[in-house]
């Protein structure tokens, strides 16, 4: 049996639970609501069959409902940040009693949750034996000079700036990616989804990967997850709510009370080309063999900037095209005609995707640690 869904801050138990509209012959003008959903549904999910693609998931850990059904909050990665730094061991066993204090959170459940999404954005990573440090890209994002003497200015140390958001987003998705759930969603659905389809197709591409089957109950948190950290709210919602909920602002996201998920076309704001062109050389930087890649590529790998951030070829093209403009190094550019253009890169591809973040964020370095001139 369907459960009936729930109306509140997410569908709950109800989002994956729903059970299908019917079919129905009404003409195409006359479909609404749950029928257009379905027909969405059916052409991005089964469409192309790569869906189901053993190497889908061989860009991913093993991990589902890491973050215990806590969606990212307002300030937990900066809490991290300055906590971790003051003491390493803060997500050790042994200090487990006394790290919900240190951290501010109301719940000690909450605690492996701030760890789980600052591990995933890749801010912070493992030092062994209970111990965690700061990673690169972590300073280079959230440093402030009032952290301490060794701290520099950080890109974003409140993520203030929308675009830092699409960044952290960027980053989610990258090799190793901890949220298998999210990347099934993003890589691989164009429109909609009914979510009980979607914790099938997850499990059948875990299986596919040759992963000890997860169970339902966790894609489903999974999903709960996702929406409760994605969804565009409605008029009538709480807006502190909004805040506390960051990545809401990108409005990739809405689900309707019978637990079907549509995935929206992004909202462009000040900074999202960089981002995008930045994933763009970033992706270079992982797969390219040469100083050419396709845009074609760019567009459709599951892994690619299209695809996870939701940009179609001509917002990469146009993105990709500003940035060539204003690189002071004139080391990008594309080539060929239209339908066929490839990037090219001149200089080292990790070095010309910091060149990028460095410069739109005017800071002396970029997020893998190659230093930019800021005077040219």
């Known amino acids: 049996m369907y459960a009936t869904p729930r109306k509140g801050r997410f569908a709950g138990p109800g989002l994956c639970h729903a059970r299908p509209p019917p079919r129905s012959s009404a003409p195409a003008a006359a479909l609404q609501g749950p029928v257009v959903f379905a027909f969405l549904e059916e052409f991005a999910v089964t469409r192309p069959p790569q869906a189901c693609l053993p190497s889908l998931f061989d860009h991913c850990a093993e991990v589902f409902a890491g973050h215990r059904g806590h969606p990212l ?19 050790a066993r042994s200090f ?17 949750a701030l760890r789980y ?19 690169e890209r972590g300073h280079w994002l959230l440093d402030d000079p009032g952290d301490g003497p060794s701290a520099r200015q950080g890109a974003d140390p409140w993520l203030e700036r929308p675009e830092s958001l699409w960044l952290l987003h960027w980053w989610l998705g990258e090799p190793g990616c901890a949220f298998p759930t999210w990347f099934q969603l993003f890589s691989r659905v164009r429109f909609g989804v009914q979510g009980e389809l979607l914790v099938a197709r997850v499990s059948a591409t875990a299986a596919a990967a040759g992963w000890k089957p997860p169970a339902p109950t ?15 709210s409605s008029l009538d919602a709480d807006p502190f709510e909004d805040v506390d909920h960051p990545f809401r602002a990108l409005r990739l996201l809405d689900v309707n009370d019978a637990g079907w998920l549509r995935m929206n076309r992004p909202v462009e704001v000040p900074g999202r080309k960089a981002v995008v062109a930045y994933a763009c050389l970033d992706y270079a930087a992982r797969v390219a063999s040469g100083a050419s890649l396709s845009l074609a590529r760019l567009g459709e790998d599951p892994a690619g900037p299209g695809c996870l951030l939701r940009a179609s070829r001509e917002v990469l093209h146009t993105a ?20 066929e253009e490839a990037l090219a890169c001149s200089s080292p591809w990790e070095i010309a995707a910091d060149r990028v973040l460095a410069e ?17």
Do not use: C
Request: proline content about 4%.
């Open 73 to 91: 909050r307002f300030g937990w990665l900066r809490k991290v940040h300055v906590r971790l730094q003051e003491n390493p061991g803060l997500f």
């Open 96 to 112: 487990a009693a006394r790290a919900t204090t240190e951290l501010g959170v109301g719940r000690p459940a909450q605690v492996p």
């Open 117 to 135: 999404w600052s591990s995933a954005f890749g801010l912070i990573r493992s030092s062994g034996r209970g111990s965690y440090e700061v990673t």
């Open 218 to 232: 966790r894609i489903r948190r999974d999903i709960e997850t996702l929406v409760d950290m994605y969804r565009t």
């Open 320 to 339: 990709l095209e500003d940035t060539s403009r204003r690189d002071s190094g004139s080391a990008l550019g594309l080539l060929g005609s239209v339908g």
């Open 360 to 376: 739109h964020y005017d800071v002396d370095r970029g997020p893998r640690g190659h230093l930019w001139d800021r005077r040219r």
